[in-house]
């Protein structure tokens, strides 16, 4: 069974001109029978800052601070497709997912969602939201994630945005279902991948537990 993850940042919930349009992409998805969903609402959740007290590379996903954030990336660990959703706030995604970004640091370390596919959506009233989509991409491939593409919109929503959102839905499931690869994207990977093993190799007495996926993965 595919699973597809939609985690939005919008404060406003469900009258979020965000959400519609990331729900189009997920309605495209779900056209494949054989997806199931589910729709997290950050603004619903305890996120607190990361402290960088390095405990999830010393130990795997432990941390110090008892919130929601362990709850979601787990979520994320087992879905195939993440729609990250954000409404453009001064060219940038929200607070709140920021701050989830950078209590995934593990992801990042050890390429945690390698082999998935992330789909960005933002909106904005000014327009700007290619900065946004490509920071959202950025993060998809420091994760090792691919990513399947994105949809935004600067004001209203219209038909045109809705037939591209549903669109783009039906292409992240057919790269889940294929296991695409797009080559200019797994060159990326790779080479974030030969960045972070130094560091790995680098740190393997203090990152223990990382060090030793690594090792359990055959990357050294």
């Known amino acids: 069974?595919?699973?597809?993850?939609?985690?939005?940042?919008?404060?406003?919930?469900?009258?979020?001109?965000?959400?519609?349009?990331?729900?189009?992409?997920?309605?495209g998805c779900l056209e494949n029978k054989d997806a199931e969903s589910e729709v997290i609402h950050l603004c619903d959740l305890k996120i607190e800052f990361c402290r960088h007290c390095e405990a999830c590379h010393k130990k795997i996903l432990a941390c110090k601070i008892k919130d929601d954030v362990s709850m979601i990336l787990g979520k994320m660990l087992k879905a195939q497709g993440i729609?990250?959703?954000?409404?453009?706030?001064?060219?940038?995604?929200?607070?709140?997912?920021?701050?989830?970004?950078?209590?995934?640091?593990?992801?990042?370390?050890?390429?945690?969602?390698?082999?998935?596919?992330?789909?960005?959506?933002?909106?904005?009233?000014?327009?700007?939201?290619?900065?946004?989509?490509?920071?959202?991409?950025?993060?998809?491939?420091?994760?090792?994630?691919?990513?399947?593409?994105?949809?935004?919109?600067?004001?209203?929503?219209?038909?045109?945005?809705?037939d591209e959102a549903f669109a783009l839905g039906r292409k992240l499931a057919s790269d889940i279902k294929e296991k695409k690869e797009y080559p200019q994207e797994m060159r990326l990977l790779e080479s974030g991948k030969e960045y972070f093993k130094e560091k790995i190799k680098a740190r393997k007495d203090e990152w223990v537990e990382e060090y030793q996926y690594w090792c359990d993965q055959g990357w050294l």
């Not at 993850?5 to 992409?25: D, G, H, M, N, Y």
């Not at 946004?132 to 929503?157: E, M, P, W």
């Open 1 to 27: 069974m595919m699973k597809v993850l939609l985690i939005s940042s919008s404060p406003r919930r469900e009258k979020s001109q965000t959400l519609f349009l990331a729900k189009q992409v997920l309605e």
């Open 83 to 162: 729609i990250l959703a954000s409404p453009n706030y001064i060219n940038q995604v929200t607070g709140s997912m920021k701050t989830l970004f950078d209590r995934s640091s593990h992801f990042i370390h050890c390429k945690r969602l390698s082999g998935k596919y992330i789909v960005g959506v933002v909106s904005s009233g000014s327009g700007r939201d290619r900065g946004v989509l490509d920071y959202i991409k950025f993060y998809a491939h420091t994760c090792g994630a691919q990513y399947s593409g994105g949809a935004s919109n600067g004001r209203q929503i219209g038909a045109e945005k809705n």
